[in-house]
């Protein structure tokens, strides 16, 4: 439904959920795979496990988180305008994974797109999201950041394969005319460092051949180096930004919820900006990196411990390939306690979903009878015409 843009309107956060897939591989199991070694990896990461994949895909890590989200906000899909869902690892090249969960979650009155920022993704689907709104175009949008990295790793070059880990989390976003939600956005590039963390192959320069794939250049390559001396100033710089362009004093931030990539990154961004531990949430030590999962993975664990609560001011930072960054500035307004999930409500998600799923499988054998019978006439007619003739 389309909001009303005569006032000034906010994008308020009204829903949060994540997913991990169960499946855990610690720093000790990575070390029977690649030379490396649980203190080695602690000592330069904080990394101690992360969550793989196994049966799991983009769609169905990004449909769990938004469920959850969905459940807190309590509302039914189709009040939904607008899914993005920011990720690097889509489940194909087109159509766009937001249209798979779109879909699944039984959001027809939705738009639905994805976004490709790498680790700054969903800080970037926030700001257009929130954007969205605030003009009036729509008003509940559905953000997501969902992430399969294990998937596009090189399991033997221990420089990458021990960073990242697979996960989804999402918000949903609601407008109104009361001051509060998302305050500020600040979103940054800097093409010229593109090929400091790159995936190398799969798009129009290096399309899939034999060559691409023998030399591993569908897998992350990074310059671990340069990224670290990058993330380390964009970090602080973009966190300022926000705060200042909400019009929110530094002393006055509650919680920076940073990208999780790197202990020591986090650790740096917060001496700088002369934070206190219990302003800074992390938790990189379980997960690893996500991508564009991190920062909602960790906002909604945030809510969890119970770190986050109303009137908080709060900046979601990001950073990653492109180079890119982005910041968020957030000023919290509901109560994070959550209604419990009863059986009641829960038969109701389950009768739900499991209608969504039935109707997209009706359309689908629709489609093919109606191609089937198109057929069909086309070549009845094709037959008349020629006997005409």
């Given at each position: 439904?389309?909001?009303?843009?005569?006032?000034?309107?906010?994008?308020?956060?009204?829903?949060?959920?994540?997913?991990?897939?169960?499946?855990?591989?610690?720093?000790?199991e990575?070390?029977?795979?690649?030379?490396t070694?649980?203190?080695?990896?602690?000592?330069?990461?904080?990394?101690?496990?992360r969550?793989?994949?196994?049966?799991?895909?983009?769609?169905?890590?990004?449909?769990?988180?938004?469920?959850?989200?969905?459940?807190?906000?309590?509302?039914?899909?189709?009040?939904?305008?607008?899914?993005?869902?920011?990720?690097?690892?889509?489940?194909?090249?087109?159509?766009?994974?937001?249209?798979?969960?779109?879909?699944?979650?039984?959001?027809?009155?939705?738009?639905?797109?994805?976004?490709?920022?790498?680790?700054?993704?969903?800080?970037?689907a926030?700001?257009?999201?929130?954007?969205?709104?605030?003009?009036?175009?729509?008003?509940?949008?559905l953000?997501?950041?969902?992430?399969?990295?294990?998937?596009?790793?090189?399991?033997?070059?221990?420089?990458?394969?021990?960073?990242?880990?697979?996960?989804?989390?999402?918000?949903?976003?609601?407008?109104?005319?009361?001051?509060?939600?998302?305050?500020?956005?600040?979103?940054?590039?800097?093409?010229?460092?593109?090929?400091?963390?790159?995936?190398?192959?799969?798009?129009?320069k290096?399309?899939?051949?034999?060559?691409?794939?023998?030399?591993?250049?569908?897998?992350?390559?990074?310059n671990?180096?340069?990224?670290?001396?990058f993330?380390?100033?964009?970090?602080?710089?973009?966190?300022?930004?926000?705060?200042?362009?909400?019009?929110?004093?530094?002393?006055?931030?509650?919680?920076?919820?940073?990208?999780?990539?790197?202990?020591?990154?986090?650790?740096?961004?917060?001496?700088?900006?002369?934070?206190?531990?219990?302003?800074?949430?992390?938790?990189?030590?379980?997960y690893?990196?996500?991508?564009?999962?991190?920062?909602?993975?960790?906002?909604?664990?945030?809510?969890?411990?119970?770190r986050?609560?109303p009137?908080?001011h709060?900046?979601?930072?990001?950073?990653?390939?492109?180079?890119?960054?982005?910041?968020?500035?957030?000023?919290?307004?509901?109560?994070?306690?959550?209604?419990?999930?009863?059986?009641?409500?829960?038969a109701?998600?389950?009768?739900?979903?499991?209608?969504s799923?039935?109707?997209?499988?009706?359309?689908?054998?629709?489609?093919?009878v109606?191609?089937?019978v198109?057929?069909?006439?086309?070549?009845?007619?094709?037959?008349?015409?020629?006997?005409?003739?």
């Amino acid at each position: 439904m389309a909001a009303n843009n005569q006032t000034q309107r906010y994008a308020h956060i009204i829903g949060w959920g994540k997913y991990a897939p169960p499946n855990t591989l610690t720093n000790d199991e990575l070390a029977k795979r690649v030379d490396t070694s649980d203190a080695w990896i602690r000592e330069r990461t904080g990394i101690v496990e992360r969550r793989i994949a196994t049966k799991e895909t983009t769609a169905t890590l990004a449909l769990y988180a938004a469920q959850d989200a969905l459940e807190v906000a309590d509302i039914d899909p189709k009040e939904i305008d607008l899914v993005i869902v920011a990720t690097s690892t889509p489940e194909y090249v087109f159509p766009a994974t937001a249209s798979i969960v779109q879909d699944q979650l039984g959001a027809e009155n939705a738009g639905a797109f994805d976004l490709s920022a790498a680790c700054s993704g969903f800080v970037y689907a926030l700001s257009v999201g929130a954007g969205m709104i605030r003009s009036g175009q729509h008003n509940t949008v559905l953000v997501i950041g969902a992430e399969t990295f294990s998937r596009i790793v090189n399991w033997k070059d221990r420089a990458t394969c021990v960073l990242f880990g697979d996960g989804a989390g999402a918000l949903l976003l609601r407008g109104s005319p009361h001051y509060g939600g998302v305050l500020s956005t600040v979103l940054g590039s800097d093409g010229s460092g593109s090929e400091l963390l790159i995936v190398p192959a799969g798009g129009s320069k290096n399309p899939a051949s034999l060559e691409t794939v023998m030399n591993n250049m569908h897998t992350v390559k990074m310059n671990g180096r340069e990224v670290y001396r990058f993330a380390t100033r964009v970090m602080v710089d973009a966190t300022k930004q926000a705060l200042q362009k909400a019009n929110v004093p530094l002393e006055e931030l509650d919680m920076l919820i940073p990208h999780q990539a790197n202990a020591r990154i986090i650790d740096y961004a917060a001496k700088s900006l002369h934070l206190p531990p219990e302003k800074v949430f992390q938790n990189v030590e379980h997960y690893g990196n996500t991508s564009a999962a991190s920062i909602p993975i960790a906002l909604v664990e945030a809510i969890e411990a119970k770190r986050v609560h109303p009137g908080d001011h709060l900046v979601m930072v990001g950073f990653g390939g492109g180079l890119s960054w982005g910041s968020c500035a957030v000023q919290w307004t509901i109560p994070t306690v959550t209604r419990p999930m009863t059986p009641q409500r829960a038969a109701q998600s389950r009768l739900r979903y499991r209608w969504s799923n039935f109707k997209s499988f009706g359309h689908r054998v629709l489609r093919r009878v109606d191609s089937g019978v198109s057929k069909v006439l086309d070549r009845l007619e094709g037959e008349n015409n020629g006997n005409g003739a």
